[in-house]
């Protein structure tokens, strides 16, 4: 199994800028892609940015102009670094990562969700 802690949600005023991170840990060969989604109440979840296990990135078109993904692969770690804010980015977000599992191919895990509410 692989679990993933994330941390850095919280209250943030508009404008303001904050740091999601994410850790994979548990049995696997490695890690694909690494990613992020949000779901504000009664919206569907959305994609806000992935990176491949090259680099490679992909945001949605809400947030790519005043956001970073980056993977620290050694920590099997992913963040996504969020500026100007806006209200209608609060959403609780997940973080999602694609494994290799030794003779078991790829599997996808979703982290718990942390909570970002942009508020003043």
């Known amino acids: 199994q692989v679990q993933l802690v994330e941390s850095g949600g919280g209250l943030v005023q508009p404008g303001g800028s904050l740091r999601l991170s994410c850790a994979a840990s548990?049995?696997?060969?490695?890690?694909?892609?690494m990613g992020w989604y949000r779901q504000a109440p009664g919206k569907p979840r959305e994609l806000v940015a992935e990176i491949a296990s090259g680099g490679r990135t992909n945001y949605a078109d809400s947030v790519k102009d005043r956001s970073t993904i980056s993977r620290a692969n050694a920590k099997n770690t992913v963040y996504l670094q969020m500026n100007n804010l806006k209200p209608e980015d609060t959403a609780d977000y997940y973080c999602?990562?694609?494994?290799?599992?030794?003779?078991?191919?790829?599997?996808?895990?979703w982290g718990q969700g942390t909570q970002v509410t942009v508020s003043s």
């Open positions: 999602t990562v694609t494994v290799e599992r030794l003779g078991l191919g790829a599997y996808s895990y």
């Open positions: 548990g049995v696997f060969v490695s890690i694909n892609s």
